[in-house]
């Protein structure tokens, strides 16, 4: 079995709470110098933003030293630099802290705040602004949960313990409850447990049922109704991409504010925060894997189409 090797320490500090990225030349390049595979490889950055950022000494080796344009293509090497972070309008949101302790951080995180970097979500998502906030670089996220999700999400402290708390949630062994409101159906027989295949093919928005077994399992119940609205607890069993909100859509009751099912409207303009899926990770509950602690966390928000609560 072919070991992986060692992957080098980060020679560059975070910037606003995001690491910055590491690119590792291919094996089998055919490149004579380093500045070539980049400006190929990150041509979707503009023309000349590369060359820039060679000039400006920002891109630097394991060493933490400047690498320059033209350095010899090495394979194998890494190499580091930060990306220009993009103009994000800020989520007007707090991120409230359920538990802290020397291993973990369990947030209550809002209505359209990402988890973790991603396309035009960087600096202004769950993972960055903790890191600024507590002070924590090491702060890593143990799962994902969506943008337009709000709710529980578990943070891990130190590196090395991260890989036994995501194996929680690999191993369903993290028992997640959520919340959402969605139109009331009286014809609908709840409680069910719904059991579907769901296939997210790349470059798509939505996922989507398929013929096949069964790889997404989702209990639904109906804990109370009116004016046309009910208020349901949706229990996953496992974690398919969008799992719940094609689950509800697929029983004829999709969840409010969702922007995908049961069709793709416009995405909403930056800063418009007025109509959020009403969905929203309320419980975790798991045995630590580092200290042994039985944990129940649970969100104290509120779901805006469902006043009240």
Not at 87 to 114: G, M, S
Request: aromatic fraction near 6%; hydrophobic fraction near 40%.
């Amino acid at each position: 079995m072919r070991r992986r090797s060692r992957v080098p320490a980060a020679p560059l500090p975070q910037c606003r709470g995001v690491d910055p990225v590491r690119v590792r030349l291919p094996v089998d390049g055919a490149w004579d110098t380093v500045r070539e595979h980049l400006v190929e490889r990150l041509s979707g950055a503009g023309p000349g933003v590369v060359d820039e950022m060679f000039d400006a000494g920002k891109i630097v080796g394991a060493d933490g030293t400047a690498v320059a344009a033209d350095a010899p293509y090495v394979p194998g090497m890494f190499v580091w630099f930060h990306r220009e972070l993009p103009d994000e309008v800020p989520v007007p949101f707090p991120l409230r802290i359920v538990h802290r302790d020397e291993h973990i951080v369990v947030v209550d995180k809002p209505h359209f705040l990402a988890t973790t970097p991603r396309g035009s979500h960087v600096a202004e998502t769950a993972l960055a602004r903790l890191r600024r906030e507590l002070g924590v670089p090491t702060l890593s996220a143990a799962h994902r949960l969506d943008r337009l999700t709000a709710g529980l999400v578990l943070f891990t402290v130190r590196p090395e313990e991260r890989g036994a708390y995501q194996t929680l949630f690999r191993d369903r062994l993290v028992r997640k409850e959520y919340e959402a409101v969605a139109p009331y159906d009286p014809a609908l027989a709840l409680p069910r447990t719904v059991r579907s295949r769901i296939v997210k093919e790349r470059g798509s928005l939505t996922a989507v049922e398929v013929p096949g077994e069964p790889n997404a399992v989702s209990r639904i119940e109906l804990i109370e109704h009116r004016d046309g609205l009910g208020r349901y607890r949706l229990v996953p069993a496992t974690g398919q991409t969008h799992q719940l909100r094609v689950h509800m859509n697929g029983l004829g009751v999709p969840i409010l504010g969702d922007p995908l099912y049961p069709e793709v409207t416009a995405p909403a303009a930056p800063g418009d925060f007025r109509d959020p899926l009403q969905l929203l990770a309320r419980e975790l509950e798991f045995t630590d894997p580092v200290t042994g602690a039985a944990h129940r966390f649970r969100s104290t928000r509120t779901l805006a189409a469902w006043p009240g609560q």
